[in-house]
């Protein structure tokens, strides 16, 4: 192939991985948008949920990480049995498990979002929405595990569908449920996370009938003409990488969660205008996760079929690519930087706040994408110990320390916690860079 065609291959692989993500990005922030009409408080609240939202799906993302590496090998090596294999083993194992976490959450709602920080004025909202998304997280991760099945063997158009599908979905019923309109009942908060797990709903029927279509390298047919069944071998190779990739996601959440609690603790307003800043933020990240999901399976798939050095090649494009985008988006923040959180707010004090964010960002972001990047190449060849490791250094030690110094110690207020996000950001781009230019990650075997 000539470098055209790798450019080509991996630009077709990555552009419905990559407008997913963002529209998923998108969502989320119309979601914000559409609930700042409840006010500051409504705002915060749904703030409060995110970290233990995200620590309950840690264990289903690292599982479907692992899927998507797995299946991307199984499919350079040409085995198709065992890559079916791997879906109904993942489906399996997580839905056993999520039974168990859903109602672990749901259970203990009220003592867990008064531990990520609630006030009086946040707490009832806070408790109601969590309760609904734990309570409806079951069709999402039906979806996510198939879609990560799909991705792996090449097929990152389905899992864009689905999700883009979704997305439209949850905007349209938050707008008929948290004001009522059209005749529906104005839920405020409550309203907002029913449309979120309806539209996972939607997603997760969508995903399941993709295993039916005839092309699909995954495929219910297949799996029940060879009678397919959970395997314990699978269910170990899933572990091997799973259970790395989800303490490395739980490190993560942990750091995450230090920052959102100090955040929480500088006032509602500080708070709200931190929400948003992340919720921002989130556009960014969605174009390196979606260019993630491309090095993952276009590297993992090299790797399955002994080419070497074609996976370093994907991964180098991968690279070039992200660091255009995150250009582009820098460039973005710095013309409309003044006017991007007058969307959300009228106060000119949260403005103001808004805009100290807007200049972290505008560095952040140009070390952001590409340390996903080098993140999700080292994952599918399975050097999961590694990232791991960075996560511990970088999120839980470096951003924890140099948030709590820079509020609590400089003084800095919701600076303090947009410079540790940046010590954060950068510690991992200069550590993951350098594990991937030194090229050993492409000999390990999984």
Same mark, same amino acid.
């Given at each position: 192939?000539?470098?055209?065609?790798y450019?080509?291959?991996?630009?077709?692989?990555a552009?419905?991985?990559?407008?997913?993500?963002?529209?998923?990005?998108?969502?989320a922030?119309?979601?914000?948008?559409?609930?700042?009409?409840l006010?500051?408080?409504?705002?915060a609240?749904?703030?409060?949920?995110t970290?233990p939202?995200f620590?309950?799906?840690s264990?289903?993302?690292a599982?479907?990480?692992?899927?998507?590496a797995?299946?991307?090998?199984r499919r350079g090596?040409?085995d198709?049995?065992?890559?079916?294999?791997?879906?109904?083993?993942?489906l399996?194992?997580s839905?056993v498990?999520?039974a168990?976490?859903?109602?672990?959450?749901?259970?203990?709602?009220?003592?867990?979002?008064?531990?990520?920080g609630s006030?009086?004025?946040?707490?009832?909202?806070?408790?109601?929405y969590?309760?609904?998304?734990?309570?409806g997280?079951?069709f999402?991760?039906?979806?996510?595990?198939?879609?990560?099945?799909q991705?792996?063997?090449?097929?990152?158009k389905? %899992? &864009?569908t689905?999700?883009?599908?979704s997305?439209? @979905?949850?905007?349209?019923? #938050?707008? $008929?449920?948290i =004001?009522?309109?059209?005749?529906?009942?104005?839920?405020?908060?409550k309203?907002?996370?029913?449309a979120t797990?309806?539209?996972t709903?939607?997603?997760?029927i969508?995903?399941?009938?993709?295993?039916?279509?005839?092309k699909?390298?995954?495929s219910f047919?297949?799996?029940?003409?060879?009678?397919?069944k959970f395997?314990?071998?699978?269910?170990?190779h899933?572990?091997n990488?799973?259970i790395?990739?989800?303490l490395e996601?739980?490190?993560?959440r942990?750091?995450?969660?230090?920052?959102?609690?100090?955040?929480?603790?500088?006032?509602?307003d500080?708070?709200?205008?931190?929400n948003?800043?992340?919720n921002?933020?989130?556009?960014?990240f %969605? &174009?390196?996760?979606?260019?993630?999901?491309a090095? @993952?399976?276009?590297t993992g #798939?090299? $790797?399955?079929? =002994?080419?070497k050095?074609?996976?370093i090649?994907y991964g180098?494009?991968?690279?070039d690519?992200?660091?255009?985008?995150?250009a582009i988006?820098s460039?973005?923040?710095?013309?409309?930087?003044?006017s991007i959180?007058?969307?959300?707010?009228?106060?000119k004090?949260i403005?103001?706040m808004?805009s100290?964010?807007?200049?972290?960002?505008?560095?952040i972001?140009?070390?952001?994408?590409s340390?996903?990047i080098?993140g999700?190449?080292?994952?599918?060849?399975?050097?999961v110990?590694?990232?791991?490791?960075?996560s511990?250094l970088?999120?839980?030690?470096?951003?924890?320390?140099?948030?709590?110094i820079?509020?609590?110690?400089?003084?800095?207020?919701?600076a303090?916690i947009?410079?540790?996000i940046?010590?954060d950001?950068?510690?991992?781009?200069?550590?993951?860079?350098?594990r991937f230019?030194?090229?050993?990650?492409?000999?390990?075997?999984?």
């Open positions: 192939m000539t470098n055209k065609e450019i080509k291959r991996t630009i077709s692989m552009w419905p991985s990559v407008l997913e993500s963002f529209f998923i990005a998108v969502a922030l119309i979601d914000t948008l559409m609930v700042s009409s006010g500051a408080n409504a705002i609240a749904i703030g409060l949920t970290q939202k620590i309950a799906f264990l289903f993302f599982i479907n990480v692992s899927v998507s797995l299946v991307a090998r090596e040409g198709k049995k065992k890559a079916n294999e791997t879906l109904v083993t993942a399996i194992l839905l498990l999520v168990i976490i859903s109602t672990l959450m749901v259970y203990f709602t009220p003592q867990i979002i008064r531990i990520a006030s009086a004025e946040t707490h009832d909202m806070g408790v109601t969590l309760k609904i998304i734990m309570g997280m079951v999402n991760i039906i979806s996510m595990t198939i879609n990560a099945a991705r792996g063997s090449g097929n990152t389905i %899992a &864009f689905t999700n883009v599908v997305s439209i @979905v949850n905007i349209i019923f #938050n707008y $008929l449920l =004001g009522g309109n059209f005749g529906f009942p104005a839920l405020g908060v309203g907002a996370a029913l797990v309806l539209g709903v939607v997603a997760s969508m995903s399941i009938f993709s295993l039916f279509r005839k699909s390298y995954v047919p297949l799996i029940v003409k060879e009678k397919i395997s314990k071998d699978i269910t170990k899933i572990s990488l799973g790395n990739i989800f996601n739980l490190a993560a942990v750091g995450f969660l230090i920052t959102a609690l100090t955040a929480a603790r500088l006032g509602t500080q708070f709200a205008a931190h948003v800043g992340m921002i933020l989130s556009l960014s %969605a &174009f390196g996760d979606g260019m993630q999901v090095a @993952v399976a276009l #798939n090299a $790797l399955g079929a =002994g080419k050095d074609v996976a090649k180098n494009i991968c690279q690519i992200g660091l255009i985008i995150s988006i460039v973005i923040l710095i013309i409309f930087r003044k959180f007058r969307i959300f707010f009228d106060d004090n403005i103001e808004g100290i964010i807007i200049y972290f960002m505008i560095v972001v140009l070390s952001q994408i340390q996903v080098y999700g190449c080292l994952r599918a060849a399975g050097d110990k590694y990232t791991l490791l960075v511990l970088s999120i839980s030690i470096i951003r924890s320390a140099s948030t709590l820079f509020v609590h110690v400089l003084k800095w207020g919701i303090g947009w410079g540790g940046l010590s950001q950068t510690a991992r781009f200069v550590l993951l860079r350098n230019k030194k090229g050993k990650w492409v000999d390990i075997k999984i």
